[in-house]
């Protein structure tokens, strides 16, 4: 049987194919790499998932430079003032204190900055894991005072000293207003109606003694909630429990209800609760200041003003109340996090007879948020660019083109910050006069070789190369050399190298130095405040 034309033009095309294929299966081809192009991390995007596993944080750094939050300290406001540090108990709140877009913010947080601000020390936050923790944290020398709208009348009030009041207003009952819960939920006309729901009230709370002080007929059903939920935390558990209200403060039931229309306040309990800021009963001296500070700024336009932005204005409390925005709540501090812990992981900060110990990741956010508040566009007058500021000979030479972009930015930025800190990390040599040894002359000394068996501890290191990022190595050698000649500790920066930075701005002493002049106050408040704020971000991080 002969095909068709047709037919036969369509089987030798198919035949071709084959061969075709054949050929190409059977031909030899040289190795292929597959390559797998990087993930693209917008920055904008808010909500991303981190995978903290990708990149292992080392905890020797982070343990090196918040070592001193571990340790205890009594003493008044003399004992503050000469430590250089206020110490501030607190809680993650959606009013009073937590952590957006890597910056500390919070009603309390900023009083507790001004106060600081006030007596000329460094600010150090620090959260205790529950509310009924921080009179013992307190009681233990952990902090120096407690600043976190806590009632005059919380149990173990007894044990410390209060302030005079710097919030007022009443406690409050919130029931669900939407949803399952909602439907079978009494009417609460009074408070004799309290008996027909169960109250969730924290067994700390001072609501508990005046909820038991009300006489309900029939009697209360309490119900205790864990000391590690804050009041808008309550508020959510009520949502889906069959008839049960929460007791919290009005000004925190009026914010939440502010992004949520799921609740609503019921009935406000007579009388308004007095909250203070608790010291140890010996600190006669700081509570005097505390008092005074309150005297002075309650009740002023710009206390006013503050109140509102964390409490009633509805735009600036959205960080606050949304829990995917706060680090405390999810454990992010910036949108650039996965750009800081890869770069961190690829940069080790090392020096003589150190261990490799990588650049932690908490570092670079803290940094970038000091220079440029996280404004990858961020340009300076005096040439630094982008998210770390760096100049562009300074981004080139550590691998950077483009400091305006984010990734580039933070990589070259963990470089430089690693090779300046191991650029310090050697003990600094001793200055002796010039009759005492014979070497090099140095402005009527002569260095003594350093000790290759020694090296500066981890933190200074760090510390030094943050002062270096910001004024320059050039002046921080200056500063040491200073430190050596003024009996200071050249190998240490708190208390010593900072000291003789500072005299960096005297022309007694900056005419003598290679270096000169430098605006040193600036850079050691650069210090402080990246310090503080590296120590609160692993404090939230690591309380995940």
């Not at 700081?286 to 204005?313: C, M, N």
């Not at 650039?336 to 670079?364: C, M, N, Q, T």
């Not at 002569?446 to 270096?468: G, N």
Request: proline share 6%; net charge negative.
């Amino acid at each position: 049987m002969s095909l068709g034309p047709t037919l036969r033009t369509v089987f030798a095309a198919f035949l071709g194919l084959v061969i075709v294929v054949a050929a190409l299966l059977l031909w030899p081809r040289p190795a292929v790499v597959a390559l797998v192009p990087e993930p693209i991390i917008d920055p904008r995007i808010e909500a991303q998932d981190v995978d903290a596993g990708a990149f292992a944080v080392d905890e020797r750094f982070a343990a090196a430079l918040t070592g001193h939050r571990g340790h205890v300290y009594f003493g008044d406001l003399d004992d503050v003032r000469s430590r250089g540090v206020l110490r501030v108990l607190s809680r993650n709140s959606a009013s009073g204190y937590f952590l957006y877009r890597g910056v500390e913010r919070g009603f309390d947080f900023e009083v507790a900055q001004q106060f600081a601000d006030g007596l000329g020390v460094r600010l150090e936050m620090v959260v205790a894991p529950t509310r009924r923790d921080l009179i013992p944290w307190l009681l233990e020398g952990r902090g120096d005072l407690v600043i976190a709208g806590m009632s005059v009348q919380s149990p173990r009030a007894d044990r410390v000293r209060f302030s005079i009041p710097y919030q007022q207003g009443p406690w409050v009952v919130v029931v669900p207003r939407s949803g399952p819960a909602a439907l079978d939920m009494p009417k609460l006309s009074s408070t004799d109606d309290l008996g027909t729901v169960a109250l969730l009230v924290r067994p700390s709370s001072s609501a508990l003694a005046r909820l038991r002080a009300l006489g309900v007929p029939g009697g209360l059903t309490l119900v205790a909630a864990l000391e590690t939920l804050e009041s808008e935390d309550l508020l959510d558990e009520i949502r889906l429990k069959h008839k049960t209200a929460a007791v919290v403060e009005e000004r925190v039931a009026r914010l939440e209800l502010l992004h949520r229309s799921d609740l609503q306040i019921a009935l406000t309990l007579e009388g308004d609760d007095d909250a203070g800021m608790a010291l140890r009963k010996e600190d006669t001296a700081l509570a005097a200041a505390v008092d005074a500070f309150i005297a002075a700024h309650k009740g002023t336009p710009d206390w006013i003003a503050l109140y509102r932005r964390y409490h009633e204005d509805r735009r600036t409390t959205a960080a606050g109340a949304d829990d995917r925005r706060r680090a405390d709540k999810e454990g992010r501090l910036t949108p650039y996090d996965e750009i800081f812990r890869s770069a961190a992981a690829h940069v080790d900060v090392k020096g003589p007879g150190a261990d490799d110990v990588p650049l932690d990741w908490r570092l670079l956010a803290a940094v970038a948020v000091q220079e440029s508040q996280l404004d990858p566009q961020a340009e300076s007058g005096f040439g630094p660019l982008g998210l770390m500021q760096l100049l562009p000979s300074t981004a080139t030479e550590n691998g950077c083109d483009d400091p305006l972009e984010p990734a580039c930015a933070v990589n070259a930025a963990a470089r430089y910050l690693a090779r300046l800190a191991r650029q310090e990390s050697a003990p600094w040599r001793a200055l002796l006069p010039r009759s005492d040894v014979a070497g090099v002359v140095d402005a009527g000394f002569v260095r003594v070789p350093a000790d290759p068996t020694r090296s500066v501890a981890l933190q200074d290191r760090v510390r030094f190369a943050l002062a270096s990022y910001n004024v320059g190595a050039g002046h921080v050698d200056d500063a040491r050399d200073l430190a050596a000649q003024e009996g200071l500790n050249p190998d240490r920066w708190f208390g010593h190298v900072e000291q003789a930075l500072l005299l960096l701005e005297k022309p007694r002493y900056y005419t003598t130095t290679q270096h000169g002049y430098a605006r040193a106050s600036e850079t050691v408040a650069y210090v402080s405040e990246i310090q503080s704020r590296f120590d609160a971000y692993v404090a939230l991080t690591d309380r995940r």
